[in-house]
């Protein structure tokens, strides 16, 4: 019997992951340094693993509440207004979650019909499955180079149609680094309130900016408080990638909605991980700051890196740990320069392409790793790019 004709039609909009596909040719070859893997090399911070372990001692073990425990969102709440500039409930406005990936997938089941269209920034991160999971078309932004990878608002007003629901906006942004302007998002949010378009604010790598930059959040400007959903993420702040805890705040008949679905899900997010995100939260901010620095070290040695091998350049990036080489002048797709690297040169990247149309001759790179392995990668690909 064809067990895929079982399947339900709606899972042919899922892809795998470029990203993962990488990772698999990475993981056969031996020696190999990756810098694809967008996760912090740092221990989680001790004072965080410490309140894990007393909690478990506490007998956090038993199913949390569906939308999080009180003192938990109580201090999102707080971090939210006097970080992000955002009055949220904690009561009825906040929910906390199983990483952002949970908030992105519960708030597309939640918008979205079939047909109705959702912007999405292009490069930008891969939205691309949960938008056709449930029935909606993606429309693409162009972010250009010359523009430092910011959006133009006059595009995002043409590429609105009476089907638009919904526009996913992740700045500080994953893959090119870039950070978006209050005035960008200002024009931005005028254009949403006109034509009642949802935002969706994935807002993951909020404290990882460099030169002073600032992040603004589009829940806190005038007017977008409820046409925005704010979604947040511990992994890349504290280190907590495999802790798998968020939080969202929205509008409370989005709450609910969530809230509701949750017990159908996973039931809650662990306890004793709940316990972890509060200490946090209200603990000391040093062990962000110290990884931002080091981050920052980082960057410098990567870019000045990248534009001194012919035939590379690459723009600083404003955030993130990602830079986003131009690797046009070769003359080759972003796959086959990534698969040359990794299986001729033992270094893993993922191509531009993976995050839209308009990544097309770019390469993501993580200096989410140490300098060490930095200088061994820049050597090889300096060495792997005459080849």
């Known amino acids: 019997m064809d067990i895929e004709k079982l399947l339900a039609t709606r899972n042919q909009g899922v892809e795998w992951s470029g990203i993962r596909i990488m990772f698999a040719l990475a993981d056969q070859i031996d020696g190999v340094v990756n810098l694809g893997i967008g ?6 911070p001790e004072h965080i693993r410490e309140a894990a372990k007393i909690a478990l001692d506490q007998g956090y073990t ?75 078309v993606p429309k693409r932004i162009p972010a250009r180079e010359e523009n430092r990878f910011k959006i133009d608002p006059t595009e995002v007003a043409k590429a609105i149609t009476p089907k638009t629901k919904a526009f996913i906006l992740n700045t500080p942004s994953n893959p090119t680094g870039a950070v978006f302007d209050r005035d960008i998002l200002e024009q931005v949010a005028a254009l949403c309130q006109t034509h009642g ?33 704010s979604i947040y993420t511990l992994s890349k702040s504290y280190a907590m ?46 062990c962000v700051r110290q990884m931002v620095t080091k981050y920052a070290q980082r960057r410098d040695l990567v870019i000045n890196g990248l534009n ?4 590379i350049s690459c723009i600083k990036p404003e ?11 070769f003359g080759m797709s972003s796959w086959e320069f990534a698969r040359h690297m990794v299986e001729k040169h033992k270094v893993a990247m993922v191509p531009g392409s993976i995050f839209g149309e308009n990544g097309e001759g770019y390469v993501r790179i993580s200096f ?10 820049l050597n090889r690909i300096e060495k ?3 080849k």
């Open 62 to 136: 038993r199913y949390p509440p569906a939308s999080g425990f009180a003192d938990l969102r109580t201090a999102v709440a707080k971090k939210l207004a006097r970080e992000n500039r955002i009055q949220a409930d904690p009561e009825s406005e906040i929910f906390i979650s199983v990483g952002a990936m949970q908030g992105i997938f519960n708030i597309m089941l939640h918008l979205l019909n079939q047909g109705d269209e959702v912007l999405v920034v292009d490069p930008g991160y891969d939205y691309y499955s949960q938008i056709r999971l449930f029935g909606g």
């Open 197 to 229: 378009i949802m935002v969706i604010s994935d807002e993951p790598y909020e404290h990882i900016l460099f030169d002073n930059n600032d992040h603004v959040s589009m829940g806190s400007l005038d007017g977008m408080q409820d046409l925005t959903v």
């Open 241 to 286: 990638t495999g802790w798998r805890v968020g939080y969202v705040a929205a509008h409370k008949s989005i709450i609910a909605e969530m809230e509701k679905l949750m017990e159908h899900m996973v039931s809650g997010v662990p306890s004793m991980t709940q316990r972890a995100a509060l200490a946090a939260i209200e603990g000391s901010q040093d």
């Open 308 to 311: 001194s091998i012919k035939g």
């Open 39 to 44: 996760q912090p090399d740092f221990d989680t």
């Open 384 to 386: 792997g790019v005459p």
């Open 319 to 329: 955030s993130t740990f990602y830079a986003f080489p131009n690797i046009s002048s």
């Open 368 to 377: 989410a790793t140490s300098s060490a392995n930095l200088k061994e990668a």
